[in-house]
């Protein structure tokens, strides 16, 4: 028997009283008042809020999930569910359950990404090729990926539930990008909306949902994007003509528990609550579907022209919005879409291209550079691509995130060197990953190309036959290039160095030199990985009275002890190795580096470069990417360095004639001249030498005050 079930709280002090939990039938009808069941003595309440009606398949999945919490827990967990907002709005409730005044949630996730950018995952329009694509995403790595990501917020991801895909309304068919030319297309308020109809050409007006119904009417906006439930439930069908199923974009709803609640309960029942709301999203989600046939049939009815995108008009509004992931892949996430971009290749057959693998830190603490080894890698693969490929192939780019750690890193090259359609590698920034990679590299013979690290025993003693090749600097040139700036500051320096290979490398070296002309370091302060209190290294610093100090460490490391030198106000030239580069540190530590002298080495850079390719480079990274000025192309040297790796790669591929590896190292090492946007390699590499740079691409940079790297001039050897 079908019955609509509806579970009401008539107070918080009639805990006792819970409205009857019903089947999971679907009907139109109003919803029906029943006897509360009683609740167990001791039981402990969980209070489930959310905004969706009573009438809805979102509703009678929360309504099933408390029944079968209270049945599995044999009554002692109790869930009382709150629809249509009974609670307060998707924002309130969501800070509620920040603060752990709300036990359950579920909110749309284009409301979630105000506090979670990243969950603008699924707006992204046309981006998964079927339905069961996302599904697969959102249920595997991806989803978690994302889910994982609330806890900084306060709050357990745990499942995705959906309110349907969307699809487009007009008063003409809308069948290709070039139908929307100059329509005013209502939005909700949202950047990457405003891009999806600005590619389409049309005019992108953000409305209030619930002001949508009027708009149309008054002919304020032409069309809009629903899923089918919300254009039946505010009669958008009534004053539209046509509908196509387009099912571009997804309305998800993110299932979630207060952290501050979930942390408190024992784990029995942690487990409960987690696998019983994820037991039952391919029901909610089968429901939901079941449901649209009928809003379908109403919609028709209507008198609604109702169209479906065939394959080739769906592939044509995914070439206008290809652009949108890559322009989001900051705020969603290059780790996220990098792990769905994997998976999404390997489920396609058909095709013969060669693979390039990146393996970079897309999630820790130097993501910009991985970010931009990405574009230059990419724009690099669209140059070659567009002319032809190469030995008549697609290049393919697939990326790997190492997490900063060597053994994910070797990890992830060993999986590399596992498929016989990758040719190579590029890799880069923190050398204890790359050294464990390059012994894969070794063992496997794909070649590793580095795109960003310094250490200076990575290279081979004899690197003829060595399948490791650098566009990068080699600390042996950095240290006297450094030395000379730091004894431009004085005769008494000091040095901040993380434990590692690379950081006690540096010391070593420098100190060599220092040595070398009568001087030596007045304080050698080696710090930790992780290490966030400096303020006794400021103070050792101050009371030494050294004169400069040299820094070589992360992002993470460079930010705490900025931020200890301008509290203290301790007015010390800081000359720092570039690993401070590798993520937005301006952006993180503007205040704080207002008050410090700062300067870094660098290998490349956009402003006022004239070298053609280098201009070239960056007109293509501003028109893709969204940016406006070279100023404001973050990580300059890693878009560069893998950007040059990727044409030197090609190249090397022509000259071999495969990808077989020996032929491919052998191939690098025999390299014509090449006009890259670093340098002019002539060659790049040769039997002897696996390094492409030398002292002419250094440089000593600082921060503008709009952030961007700009060179100094170039020191003068010390005496």
Not at 195 to 213: K, S
Not at 392 to 398: A, E, N, Q, S
Request: with cysteine; aromatic share 8%; glycine share 8%.
């Amino acid at each position: 028997m079908l019955r609509n079930p509806v579970v009401v709280v008539i107070g918080l002090m009639l805990l006792a009283a819970l409205a009857l939990v019903g089947s999971m039938g679907y009907r139109a009808g109003p919803a029906a008042d029943a006897p509360a069941p009683t609740v167990e003595p001791g039981a402990r309440i969980l209070r489930f809020g959310y905004n969706i009606p009573e009438d809805s398949a979102l509703h009678l999945a929360s309504v099933r999930f408390a029944e079968e919490v209270a049945t599995r827990s044999k009554g002692r967990v109790q869930v009382q569910v709150f629809p249509a907002q009974q609670l307060g709005t998707d924002d309130q409730m969501l800070e509620m359950a920040r603060r752990g005044e709300l036990d359950i949630v579920l909110i749309p996730t284009a409301k979630v990404s105000v506090a979670e950018p990243a969950m603008q995952y699924a707006d992204l329009p046309f981006y998964f090729p079927t339905r069961e694509a996302l599904y697969w995403m959102l249920d595997g790595e991806p989803g978690q990926m994302l889910l994982d990501k609330l806890r900084a917020i306060d709050l357990v991801g745990v499942t995705f539930w959906e309110n349907g895909f969307k699809h487009f309304t007009g008063n003409r068919p809308l069948r290709s990008p070039e139908d929307f030319a100059g329509l005013d297309v209502r939005i909700m308020k949202s950047r990457m909306l405003m891009e999806q109809f600005q590619a389409f050409g049309a005019h992108a007006i953000p409305i209030d949902f619930h002001a949508t119904r009027q708009a149309l009417l008054d002919g304020a906006v032409d069309a809009q994007e629903n899923p089918l439930v919300a254009i039946v439930s505010m009669g958008l069908h009534e004053v539209q003509t046509h509908l196509t199923l387009s099912s571009h974009g997804y309305l998800g709803y993110v299932f979630m528990i207060s952290s501050k609640v979930f942390d408190g309960l024992p784990a029995d029942v942690q487990d409960l609550l987690l696998n019983t709301a994820r037991e039952l999203t391919p029901w909610e989600r089968d429901e939901t579907h079941r449901r649209e046939q009928t809003l379908l049939d109403t919609i028709r009815r209507a008198g609604v022209t109702v169209d479906e995108l065939n394959a080739d008009e769906r592939a044509r509004f995914a070439t206008a919005t290809a652009h949108i992931p890559e322009r989001f892949e900051d705020v969603i996430g290059a780790d996220i879409l990098a792990r769905t971009e994997e998976l999404l290749d390997a489920a396609k057959t058909g095709g013969e291209r060669i693979v390039i693998g990146l393996d970079a830190d897309l999630s820790r603490e130097c993501v910009a550079a991985g970010l931009g080894f990405r574009r230059g890698a990419r724009l690099a693969i669209d140059e070659i691509n567009a002319a032809g490929g190469v030995l008549g192939k697609p290049l393919k780019l697939i990326t790997r995130n190492h997490h900063a750690q060597p053994t994910a890193g070797a990890a992830n090259f060993d999986h590399f060197a596992s498929r016989p359609d990758v040719a190579a590698v590029i890799t880069g920034v923190q050398s204890g990953v790359v050294m464990a990679q390059a012994e894969v590299a070794r063992r496997t013979g794909l070649p590793l190309l580095a795109a960003w690290s310094a250490e200076a025993l990575l290279m081979a003693e004899a690197p003829a036959g060595d399948p490791v090749f650098r566009v990068s600097a080699n600390d042996t040139l950095v240290a006297p290039y450094l030395a000379d700036h730091l004894l431009s500051k004085g005769p008494r320096p000091a040095i901040v160095f993380e434990n590692s290979v690379w950081g006690r490398g540096n010391l070593d070296a420098m100190r060599g030199l220092l040595r070398a002309r009568g001087l030596d370091f007045q304080l050698a302060l080696a710090i930790n990985r992780g290490d966030e209190n400096f303020t006794a290294i400021v103070q050792q610093l101050a009371a030494t009275g050294v004169d400069s100090v040299l820094f070589v460490a992360t992002p993470h490391a460079g930010g705490h002890f900025v931020r200890a030198l301008a509290a203290q106000g301790l007015a010390l030239p800081v000359v720092s190795h570039w690993g401070i580069s590798c993520d937005d540190f301006w952006k993180q530590h503007r205040e704080a580096l207002a008050k410090v002298d700062l300067s870094f080495f660098q290998t490349f850079s956009f402003i006022d470069n004239p070298r053609l390719p280098a201009r070239r480079l960056a007109g293509a990274y501003m028109a893709r990417y969204g940016v406006d000025n070279v100023r404001a192309i973050p990580v300059p040297q890693a878009v560069a360095h893998a950007y040059d790796l990727v044409h030197l790669l090609a190249l090397a591929i022509e000259r071999a004639g495969s990808t077989e590896r020996v032929a491919l190292r052998q191939a690098l090492e025999q390299l014509p001249p090449h006009e890259g946007a670093v340098r002019h390699y002539a060659p790049a590499f040769s039997p002897e030498r696996h390094d492409a740079l030398d002292t002419r691409d250094f440089r000593i940079a600082q921060f503008a005050d709009d952030g961007a790297i700009v060179e100094l001039p170039r020191p003068k050897a010390a005496p």
